[in-house]
């Protein structure tokens, strides 16, 4: 009951980072509010944006819980934190490379802008851990095994909802009170790096899983 109580809250707490995250697409929507002058253009921008955020956390998240139903936890977890390293790796590496689009995106546009970019961040690699640890596991002769993929699958769809409306109402929220207080200079003055926190953060979760799944092999 802990263990999960603590996933489901990590789902949640990744999901506000990632909705204060200016990456992740509050800024572009206030941007394209201050273009039109009409605060109806940042909630337009923001539903397109999370549909494109949940499609890429979607991927890995269902992926994740297909494979935590079929492989065992420590396999899964070892494979995860190693993925996670190697991802940590290349955005030292190529940290300044951003997808972009056109500033006047239509809808179709910014969804698939925020795919790229949530990808491009790693935001959905960091929920596998936690629906690794969320899937259910089950002997594999057992009766109970043949509903875990189903069960496997519904838990990762769960996952991305929770995750895709923490996200939502931090994004919506920020962007609000930026368009219509703070203005975007907010980010010169008082804004801390967020790309660095999120790599700190990559590379803390990478170790972590690894080490937890490494343990699970050889205990």
Known sequence: MGQEVWAWGSLVALGFFHGLNPAMGWLFAVALGLQERRLSAVFRALVPIALGHAGAVGVVAIAAALLGATLPRPVVLTGAGAVLLLFTGWRIWRRTRH??????AN???LALWSF??????GAGLMLAPVIAALTPQTPPMSEHSLHLPSQSLTLGILAVAVHTLAMFSAMTLTALVVYRELGVQILNRAWFNVD????????GTGLI???????GLVR
């Open 99 to 104: 997808p972009r689009t056109r500033f006047r």
């Open 107 to 109: 809808a179709l546009q």
């Open 116 to 121: 790229l970019m949530a990808t491009a961040h």
């Open 196 to 203: 660095l926190v999120w790599i700190v953060v990559l590379a």
């Open 209 to 215: 899983t690894f080490g937890a799944g490494l343990y």
